[in-house]
């Protein structure tokens, strides 16, 4: 058995199961990845929180049940190479399964690609079913480059500069 890699920074929190909640949840952990050094407007941060919507929105649609939460849970390895996103909610019936590209892709139905994005965006994403009651957690991991990643930032003129940056970026 491989050992896993200890953890890092952690964040959960329950929300309500709507809408609201849900962007409530991407919110905070859009605040929380820019706390913890994946700033705002980085394409892993974008990611990351791509991630968290769309799972957030999938417990609010599809694993809601009247009177329950959902929980969300954010966390990182020590080393800070790895983002770890947790949802769980508590209807069991319905499981998440893997996506596959609509016959019809150029469709102009609005819903039914979350997971494909997820599928997409993340390193590796799976469920399982919810150790401590009725539900599931569907998970996603999404693994940072170790080459850093591109920034572009801007000087007191406006001009914008690239540059290179391991993670975490430096602040300043």
């Given at each position: ?108 139905e609005e819903t039914g690609r979350g997971l494909l994005l997820v599928s997409q965006l993340a390193t590796r ?48």
């Open positions: 058995m491989k050992a896993s890699s200890p953890p890092g920074p952690d964040f959960g929190m329950r929300f309500t199961s709507t809408p609201r909640g849900a962007r409530l949840a991407r919110r905070l952990a859009a605040v929380r990845l820019d706390a913890w050094g994946i700033p705002y407007g980085t394409d892993p941060h974008d990611a990351i929180v791509l991630i968290v919507a769309e799972l957030t929105a999938n417990a609010v649609s599809h694993g809601h049940v009247p009177g329950r939460d959902f929980h969300l849970r954010l966390h990182t390895t020590l080393d800070g190479r790895t983002v770890r996103v947790e949802v769980t909610d508590t209807r069991t019936e319905r499981h998440p399964r893997r996506p596959a590209l609509p016959e019809n892709a150029a469709g102009v994403w799976d469920w399982r079913p919810r150790p401590d009651g009725p539900g599931k957690t569907v998970w996603a991991e999404y693994v940072l480059s170790s080459r850093g990643a591109v920034m572009v930032s801007f000087d007191a003129e406006g001009a914008a500069w690239t540059g290179t940056y391991p993670y975490p970026y430096p602040r300043g």
